[in-house]
């Protein structure tokens, strides 16, 4: 499956971004997708997950609160509401797939988009 991530920029502490994960090529509903970042010099962390079918997620607790992962099977599309962006949010973001149960771990993901980068100002 390939996965094209958009929606980033630049954006005032408090503001928010919407992203976008859109995806072509294999059947989408078959994949968890989830989205990871890397800030400046740091290693890629786990931000948050969805199932298959869109009715679980999990949420890394540095968000949680704030931002809300959401898919749209027909449309082959998982968006990545974030709210009450904070300047320790800046950073690329990623979104992945995986067939796999476990999706809070990079390692069991096989397709990767190519990412987008998140400013958040102060």
């Known amino acids: 499956v390939q996965l094209q991530a958009s929606g980033g920029g630049l954006v005032q502490a408090g503001g928010s971004l919407r992203l976008s994960c859109a995806a072509s090529?294999?059947?989408?509903?078959?994949?968890?997708v989830g989205w990871f970042r890397q800030a400046p010099g740091k290693g890629r962390e786990f931000v948050v997950a969805?199932?298959?079918?869109?009715?679980?997620?999990y949420y890394s607790d540095s968000v949680k609160g704030r931002f809300t992962i959401s898919r749209d099977n027909d449309k082959n599309t998982v968006y990545l509401q974030m709210n009450s962006l904070k300047p320790e949010d800046t950073a690329v973001y990623y979104c992945?797939?995986?067939?796999?149960?476990?999706?809070?771990?990079?390692?069991?993901?096989?397709?990767w988009g190519q990412g987008t980068l998140v400013t958040v100002s102060s």
């Open positions: 969805i199932g298959k079918l869109g009715d679980s997620s």
């Open positions: 090529g294999r059947t989408f509903s078959d994949y968890n």
């Open positions: 992945a797939a995986t067939r796999r149960i476990v999706v809070t771990s990079e390692a069991v993901y096989d397709y």
